[in-house]
């Protein structure tokens, strides 16, 4: 069975040291990773995807994300932070075989401060 | 290029009542999801349209709970009756097509409260 693990629930960051937010799957068959970003009162957003190809993939906001299928991680990261870049963040998964259904992780609260 | 677009933005009602949600994708959009955010979890899946077909509704209460796509394009999510474990922030969710590898647009989501 797919799943997603996000195992901080808060990361505290001051304005312009670098972030990371971790995430580690569990999946059959090769994985499609995504992040998305839910700020207060809207919808989640899309930040980046991986599929196949480089590890390092790159999104919005100047975020990006590796790819580790050794350690089947997908952490998120940002070399320098905003206050304007906290948030809720979300880690997902489908996998490729067996069906496409999508799996969020639970979530991790991003606060920078300033 | 316009949204996701989801009313009412919030509902409150009482257990055993009935409420519905109405989603309208993003246009061109093959696929529709509708999330169930319990406060605190990350969405989980109700069910998927792939066109007007369900592609999963495999964690559908389905006692409970209905949804359909008669038209391919909107979308109307059922509770009937609610119960109180029901309340929630429901999501709908589209993409271009359903492969797995496709981003998914969100819309702002419907805020349930049964009291």
């Known amino acids: 069975a797919q799943s997603v693990a996000q195992p901080e629930d808060q990361v505290n960051v001051a304005e312009g040291n670098p972030l990371t937010v971790k995430c580690t799957y569990s999946?059959?068959?090769?994985?499609?990773l995504f992040w998305y970003v839910q700020y207060p009162n809207r919808g989640l957003q899309f930040l980046l995807k991986?599929?196949?190809?480089?590890?390092l993939v790159k999104g919005s906001y100047g975020f990006e994300a590796e790819f580790n299928k050794s350690q089947t991680s997908f952490h998120l990261k940002k070399p320098s932070a905003l206050v304007s870049d906290s948030a809720l963040y979300f880690c997902?998964?489908?996998?490729?075989?067996?069906?496409?259904?999508?799996?969020f992780g639970a979530g991790t609260r991003l606060f920078v401060k300033a | 290029e316009a949204g996701v677009a989801q009313s009412p933005r919030y509902k409150i009602i009482e257990k055993r009542q009935s409420v519905a949600f109405w989603c309208n994708p993003i246009s061109g959009h093959a696929t529709l999801y509708w999330y169930q955010q319990i406060l605190g979890q990350g969405p989980k899946l109700l069910i998927q349209?792939?066109?007007?077909?369900?592609?999963?509704d495999s964690q559908l209460p389905k006692d409970r709970f209905s949804a359909e796509r008669l038209k391919g394009v909107d979308s109307t999510l059922k509770i009937q009756p609610a119960k109180l474990e029901d309340s929630a922030v429901y999501l709908c969710a589209s993409s271009l097509v359903g492969g797995g590898d496709n981003e998914q647009f969100f819309g702002p989501g419907t805020r349930l409260t049964v009291l």
């Open positions: 991986y599929i196949t190809g480089d590890n």
């Open positions: 999946v059959s068959g090769n994985p499609y």
């Open positions: 349209f792939q066109n007007n077909g369900v592609v999963d």
């Open positions: 997902a998964v489908s996998g490729n075989t067996g069906g496409f259904k999508t799996i």
